[in-house]
């Protein structure tokens, strides 16, 4: 059974930095596009980043870009997502959600069940 499990989430202020953490089990990581999506309190769901199967490449939405970074170790099976400057707009749960190369844009084929971050003024 495909198994993504994140961690890492907890409260900060602004400015301060989390490391996001995502370890997959059940499926082959390494065939694997790995993605974060962040949910804030009564918005919908908004892609953050994505790394492609062997890490090569990366894709940051506009409104992370040059703060966050996403990065994977395939012979850990893990996904990371490096925060800096993090703002209160950026409070939400955050998910890591894995596409196989048939998936479609936005189309996720295995989901964790989330972490929350909390960034206070």
């Known amino acids: 059974e495909a198994q993504l499990v994140e961690s890492g989430g907890d409260s900060v202020q602004a400015g301060g930095s989390l490391r996001l953490s995502c370890a997959a089990s059940?499926?082959?990581?390494?065939?694997?596009?790995m993605s974060w999506v962040r949910q804030a309190p009564g918005k919908g769901p908004e892609w953050v980043s994505t790394?492609?199967?062997?890490?090569?490449?990366?894709y940051s939405a506009g409104s992370v870009k040059g703060r966050f970074t996403i990065s994977r170790d395939n012979a850990k099976n893990t996904v990371y997502l490096e925060m800096n400057s993090l703002k209160p707009e950026d409070t939400a749960v955050y998910y890591c959600?894995?596409?196989?190369?048939?998936?479609?844009?936005?189309?996720?084929?295995?989901w964790g069940h989330g972490t929350q971050v909390t960034v206070s003024s």
């Open positions: 959600a894995a596409s196989s190369a048939t998936s479609g844009t936005g189309e996720y084929d295995y």
């Open positions: 059940g499926f082959t990581f390494s065939s694997y596009a």
């Open positions: 790394i492609n199967s062997d890490g090569g490449r990366t």
